[in-house]
C-alpha cells in the first residue's frame, strides 16, 4: 500500500480510473457483500440488526473519516510522524480537483482508503453478532476507528514506525485483519456467548444469502488487493492473480478437510475456506507470485479450519461468525508469510537487499505490536462503554430478536 502523499507533477487517467473503480469495488465488499454474508449466517430473527450495524458502519465511519481520521493517518505529523499524523487535512480545506497523490487526485486516494476504514470495524461485528446493543456498537466503531484503527494504519501506511521498519502489508492483512479479527475476539470474550451456546445449534439461517454475499466478497477483493497497487500496471495484476488462485486453494482445502473429517463437503465450508484464503493473501499479494500465493492459500484453508474447530470446539469461545479464527488467524499467518515468498527465490518481488530472516523477524513484529494495541484497547474500550451505557442487550431481547427488540422490524414477514 502506498504509505505517503508523493505530489506528481501530472496526473494518470489510467491509474485514476483503475483507484476509482477499484473504490467501489472494495465499498461493494461491505454493502451487499459482508451485510449478506454475515445477515445470512446469522438466525432469521437477527437479520435486519447485523445489516443495520453494517449499514450504520458505513456511514458513520465515512464522516468521521471527512472530520479527521484521515488527516491523522496521511497527513505530516512533525515531529510526532513516527507515531500519528497532523490534523491538516480535517474537512479536506485544500482538496481541490488539483491536489495529487502519487500521479492519481487526492480525493480518488482519500475515498479508496475510506472504503477500507469502512470494512474493518464491520468485520468485528462478526465477534458480538447478536447481542450487543446497537447504541453500545455505534459508540464502540467509532472510538476503536480513532484509538485503534487511526494510529495503527498510520504506522503502516503513513509513514509510521513501523512502516520505517520496513514491515508490509499490501492490503491490509495486519491493518485490517489481524486489527479487526483480535477485537472480534476481544469483543466476544467481554460480552460473553449468545445464550444456549454452545449447546444449543444456531446454524445459518439463510445458506443462499450467505454464498451470495461470498461471491460478492470474492469479486470485491480485486478491488482491496488489485485497488492497492494505485496504478494500473502488472503490480496490480499480479495481485489480482494471487488473490484469486489464494481463494481457490482455501476453497478446496478447507472443503476436503471438512469432507474427510466428517464425511461429507458442506457449502459453509468450501465458502469459509475462500474468505480465509482471501484475507490470508491481502499482506502478501503484491509482493509475491502465483507460487507464494498457492501455498499461502492451501496454508490458509487449512490451519484457519482448525483454528475455527479449537476456538469453537475446544476453547468454547463465541466468536459469533469466526473473526479471529478466519480474518485474525489468516492475516497474522499471510503477513509472517510474505516475509517468505516475497523472496526472488520463491518467485516474488524480492526483499530489497534484506534477509528472509530479518523481514520475517519485522513482520512478526508488526502483527505482535497490532495484536498486543487492538487487544488492549478493544477491552479497555468495551469495558467503558459497558459502564457507560451497558454493552448487552436483555435475556428476554435476546431471546426475542434484536430485529424486533432493537429496530421493530423484522427481516421475514411470514416467521
Not at 507470485?289 to 470446539?313: N, S, W
Not at 459502564?387 to 428476554?396: F, M, P, S
Amino acid at each position: 500500500m502506498f504509505s505517503q502523499a508523493v505530489v506528481a507533477e501530472t496526473l494518470n487517467p489510467a491509474n485514476t480510473a483503475w483507484v476509482l473503480t477499484s473504490s467501489a469495488l472494495v465499498l461493494f465488499m461491505t454493502l451487499p457483500g459482508l451485510s449478506l454474508f454475515y445477515g445470512g449466517l446469522v438466525r432469521s430473527k437477527n437479520v435486519l440488526s447485523v445489516l443495520m450495524q453494517c449499514f450504520a458502519i458505513t456511514c458513520l465511519v465515512s464522516l468521521l473519516w471527512l472530520a479527521g481520521v484521515y488527516s491523522f493517518v496521511f497527513a505530516d505529523g512533525g515531529s510526532w510522524q513516527p507515531f500519528i499524523g497532523g490534523g491538516g487535512k480535517s474537512f479536506l480545506p485544500d482538496m481541490g480537483t488539483a491536489s495529487l497523490t502519487g500521479d492519481i487526485p487526492e480525493t480518488v486516494f482519500f475515498i479508496f482508503q475510506m472504503t477500507f476504514a469502512i470494512i474493518t470495524p464491520a468485520l468485528i461485528v462478526g465477534g458480538f453478532a447478536e447481542r450487543m446493543k446497537f447504541s453500545a456498537m455505534l459508540w464502540f466503531s467509532a472510538l476503536w476507528l480513532i484509538v485503534v484503527y487511526m494510529p495503527i494504519c498510520h504506522w503502516m501506511w503513513g509513514g509510521g514506525w513501523l512502516a520505517s521498519l520496513g514491515a508490509k502489508d499490501f492490503a491490509g492483512g495486519i491493518v485490517i485483519h489481524v486489527n479487526a479479527g483480535v477485537a472480534a475476539l476481544v469483543s466476544a470474550l467481554v460480552l460473553g456467548r449468545r445464550r444456549g451456546f454452545p449447546t444449543v445449534a444456531m446454524p445459518p439461517h439463510n445458506m443462499t444469502m450467505v454464498v451470495t454475499g461470498a461471491g460478492m466478497l470474492w469479486f470485491g477483493w480485486f478491488g482491496f488487493n488489485g485497488g492497492s497497487a494505485l496504478k494500473a500496471d502488472g503490480s496490480a495484476g499480479m495481485a489480482i492473480v494471487v488473490t484469486h488462485i489464494a481463494a481457490a486453494a482455501g476453497s478446496l482445502t478447507w472443503m476436503t478437510i471438512e469432507w474427510l473429517r466428517f464425511g461429507k463437503p458442506s457449502v459453509l465450508g468450501i465458502v469459509t475456506g475462500m474468505v480465509a484464503g482471501l484475507g490470508t493473501i491481502t499482506p502478501a499479494s503484491g509482493y509475491v507470485g502465483p507460487i507464494g500465493g498457492l501455498v499461502i492459500g492451501i496454508t490458509a484453508g487449512a490451519v484457519c479450519f482448525y483454528a475455527t474447530q479449537y476456538i469453537k470446539r475446544m476453547l468454547k469461545i463465541d466468536d459469533s461468525l469466526d473473526v479471529f479464527p478466519v480474518h485474525g488467524v489468516g492475516g497474522c499467518i499471510g503477513s509472517i508469510l510474505t516475509g517468505v515468498f516475497a523472496a526472488e527465490s520463491f518467485g516474488g518481488l524480492g526483499l530489497n537487499g534484506v534477509s528472509m530472516a530479518d523481514q520475517v523477524g519485522v513482520q512478526a513484529l508488526a502483527v505482535l505490536v497490532t495484536v498486543v494495541w487492538s487487544g488492549l484497547f478493544s477491552y479497555l474500550l468495551l469495558k467503558l462503554i459497558n459502564a457507560l451505557i451497558g454493552l448487552r442487550v436483555t435475556e428476554d431481547e435476546e431471546v426475542q430478536g434484536l430485529d424486533i427488540a432493537l429496530h421493530e422490524e423484522t427481516g421475514y414477514h411470514n416467521l
